[in-house]
């Protein structure tokens, strides 16, 4: 591997989560001087949105939206706390449900740095997640059927034309629990490249993945990052973003996935964003 400098590309990460989505650890306090320790110059929260029900269903991994004010205020506190050390951006990494797109547009207006396009769940995560129907519900990290494969790039674009989001988050999730990269995969992993280019929208290279990998490949899996996804990427004139997907704080450590994962997309002549646009450094 190359050896990169903090000057050539800083150490930023827009991807951490907080204990609010009942599946992450530690408090932001903990994350922010974790990140300062490790030389971070930006760290961006983007926890999973709660959104406004109207079934009054209670996620399991999101929090809720009475929590969401308290989100803001902790993460506002830190970045007075801690200004001049590094930067600390809001965000939240959502899905693009489609009866609540209004009520995420004024969101953001009102309150949010950014928002990341996290593909998690079809139309919504009421439901049986693992029952796909055209009442969605369906997780598409657990996809291993065509059909499925093919959903998620649609929802994904559609998601990406709302311009409402700054990236995509781990756009290759279909690939998780997905055996064989076959021609399904080849042509949503095109579709979704080139909406990315049309739209000018960066794809992240999700970290977190990167250490579930020898796992996924003993079971038989593709798992994410997916090498074929990326190669397929390299072909369109797409941006790209390194993501921590941070719930712990040694993910944060790991800074050394951040460097391979650079080295691994600048060896596919991918290009890659320093930071979000008016979200860099101080």
Not at 129 to 149: I, L
Not at 212 to 239: D, N, S, T, V
């Amino acid at each position: 591997m190359r050896d990169y400098g903090l000057k050539e590309h800083p150490l930023v990460n827009y991807h951490t989560h907080t204990w609010r989505c009942m599946h992450a650890q530690g408090t932001e306090e903990v994350y922010v001087r974790t990140a300062i320790d490790a030389g971070f110059a930006v760290l961006g929260f983007a926890d999973h949105t709660p959104w406004p029900y109207e079934s009054g269903y209670v996620s399991h991994m999101r929090m809720r939206l009475d929590q969401l004010q308290g989100y803001l205020d902790t993460v506002a506190s830190l970045r007075e706390k801690y200004a001049g050390q590094i930067r600390i951006p809001v965000g939240l990494e959502c899905e693009a449900f489609p009866k609540y797109m209004g009520w995420l547009k004024d969101l953001k207006a009102r309150s949010m740095d950014y928002l990341i396009l996290g593909n998690h769940y079809d139309l919504t995560d009421e439901g049986d997640h693992a029952v796909f129907s055209d009442a969605g519900g369906f997780y598409f990290g657990r996809s291993t059927e065509p059909a499925q494969v093919r959903r998620y790039g649609q929802r994904t674009i559609t998601g990406m034309e709302t311009g409402l989001f700054d990236y995509v988050a781990h756009p290759d999730l279909f690939c998780h629990t997905y055996r064989v990269f076959d021609a399904d995969c080849a042509a949503v992993s095109r579709d979704i490249c080139q909406a990315a280019e049309a739209l000018n929208i960066p794809l992240e290279y999700n970290l977190l993945g990167i250490q579930y990998h020898a796992r996924m490949q003993e079971a038989g899996l593709l798992g994410y990052p997916c090498q074929k996804f990326w190669e397929i990427a390299a072909q369109y004139r797409i941006k790209a973003i390194v993501g921590f997907d941070a719930h712990r704080r040694d993910h944060l450590e790991r800074t050394d996935l951040f460097y391979s994962g650079l080295d691994f997309l600048w060896g596919l002549g991918i290009e890659t964003l320093p930071y979000l646009p008016g979200l860099g450094p101080n």
